[in-house]
C-alpha cells in the first residue's frame, strides 16, 4: 500500500511539474511593438542571468540537495525561496530517500528569459515517469523554481513556510 501511494504521488507529481510552464501576455500590443518589447526584454534579462547549466551540471546540484552530509544552510542557493524554510530541502531528500526515488535530469532547454525547463525521469522501483521542471535563474545561481518546490513539497504531504 505504501509503494502505491508513493507511485501515486510521483505520478501525480510529474503531471504538475509537465503543466507548470512561464506564459506571457502581450496586452494587445501590436506586432511590431511586441516584436519591439520581446526583444528588448529577452536582450536585457539574457545580460543578467548566468549560462544555462548543462543536464550534468543540474544533475550535480540535484545530487548535493539530496546529500545528508551537506549541511541545509548550503543548500538554500539551489530552490528559489529556500531561505524561508532552510530545512525543506533536507526533509524533501529524506521523503525522496525514504521512497526509494530516483531523479535523473534528462535535457535543459533555455527560456532565453531567464528561466530554463529541464527533461527529467523520476523512478520509484520499476516504475518510472517522465516530466519537467523549471528553474530560475536567481543571484546569478540557477535554482529550481519555487512552484516547482511547492509542487514537491505537497507531493511529500510536507508543510513549509516557503509554500504558504
Given at each position: ?24 501576455d502581450d496586452g494587445g500590443s501590436t506586432e511590431t511593438t511586441a516584436k519591439t518589447t520581446t526583444a ?35 543548500k538554500t542557493d539551489l530552490v528559489q525561496g529556500a531561505e524561508l524554510d532552510p530545512t525543506l530541502i ?51 545561481v540557477w535554482k529550481l523554481s519555487k512552484n516547482n518546490a511547492c509542487g514537491i513539497v505537497a507531493a ?9
Open positions: 500500500m505504501k509503494l502505491r501511494k508513493i507511485t501515486v504521488a510521483t505520478v501525480a507529481l510529474a503531471a504538475a511539474l509537465t503543466m507548470s510552464a512561464c506564459s506571457s528588448t526584454t529577452t536582450t536585457e534579462v539574457v545580460a543578467d542571468y548566468p549560462p544555462v547549466p548543462t543536464p550534468e551540471e543540474l544533475q550535480a546540484s540535484l545530487d548535493r540537495a539530496f546529500d545528508e552530509t551537506v549541511p541545509a544552510e548550503e533536507d526533509q524533501v531528500a529524506a521523503a525522496a530517500k525514504q521512497a526509494g526515488a530516483v531523479i535523473t535530469i534528462i535535457d535543459v532547454n533555455d527560456n532565453e528569459n531567464g528561466t530554463a525547463t529541464a527533461g527529467i525521469e523520476t523512478q520509484l522501483g520499476d516504475q518510472v515517469a517522465t516530466g519537467t521542471v523549471d528553474f530560475v535563474a536567481e543571484d546569478g511529500a504531504q510536507l508543510q513549509t513556510p516557503a509554500c504558504p
